[in-house]
């Protein structure tokens, strides 16, 4: 089955911490995204890649990073310079394509920080 | 900038009431337009698409939305809601020969009460 996975699905970290989380997607999808949802306030753009080696700043990109190594992967750091990173986060991918922009979501990690 | 507005944060209905959900976008340019659906515990997932062509596009679920340019409105509707519909609904918009970023609304939580 093609789809995206997320890992895990719950993570509890510390204060002070930073955590990664990871996204795969067998689509062969060129574009891949992070999201971060918070009750009230929709989905929110963290980073976006549209290519192997590349990545961009979305809205609310302070706080975290990316890498880009493989085009199947695109893992999230939140670090500990991430003011309030409790919230549920997502990932997405979607063919490379500036007219139609589908993209295809994870189940998501919930994490909280202690 | 594109920006994506949801009047209604929480709508309860009965079941087989009717059912519209607004969503207003702001951007001068030619869109693409989509709703997802987050029912519990479960992925983003997408209820329908408007790309080009007939404003009033079908969706899965007997959902349907019609875009209305001069309005740039693209809102949600069933004839006809089910307990099963409860869920929490986001709009979506892309502008066309952009930067391939989504920009979604703050979503609308529905309760439909059997």
């Known amino acids: 089955d093609g789809g995206i996975t997320q890992s895990p699905k719950y993570l509890f970290r510390k204060e002070g911490q930073n955590v990664t989380l990871s996204c795969e997607q067998n689509?062969?999808?060129?574009?891949m995204y992070w999201y971060r949802q918070d009750p009230g306030q929709g989905l929110r753009l963290i980073y976006y890649?549209?290519?192997?080696?590349?990545?961009q700043k979305g809205d609310i990109a302070e706080g975290y990073s990316v890498s880009r190594e493989k085009k199947e992967s695109f893992p999230l750091t939140v670090t500990s310079a991430q003011k309030n990173p409790t919230a549920f986060y997502l990932c997405?991918?979607?063919?490379?394509?500036?007219?139609?922009?589908?993209?295809?979501f994870g189940p998501g990690t919930r994490l909280t920080v202690l | 900038a594109q920006s994506v507005s949801q009047h209604n944060h929480h709508v309860i209905l009965s079941e087989a009431a009717s059912l519209e959900l607004g969503c207003n976008y702001s951007?001068?340019?030619?869109?693409?337009l989509f709703w997802y659906v987050q029912y519990p515990g479960q992925h983003l997932q997408l209820l329908l698409k408007?790309?080009?062509?007939?404003?009033l596009v079908k969706g899965i679920k007997g959902f349907e939305a019609e875009f209305i340019k001069s309005k740039f409105s693209f809102n949600l509707r069933k004839p006809s809601v089910q307990w099963s519909d409860t869920a929490e609904y986001f709009c979506?918009?892309?502008?066309?020969?952009?930067?391939?970023?989504?920009?979604f609304g703050t979503g609308t939580r529905l309760t439909i009460i059997p």
């Open positions: 997405a991918s979607s063919i490379r394509d500036r007219v139609i922009n589908e993209q295809f």
């Open positions: 408007y790309f080009s062509g007939d404003p």
């Open positions: 689509l062969n999808h060129d574009a």
């Open positions: 951007y001068g340019g030619t869109v693409n």
């Open positions: 890649s549209q290519i192997v080696n590349d990545f």
């Open positions: 979506a918009v892309n502008a066309i020969l952009g930067n391939e970023k989504l920009t």
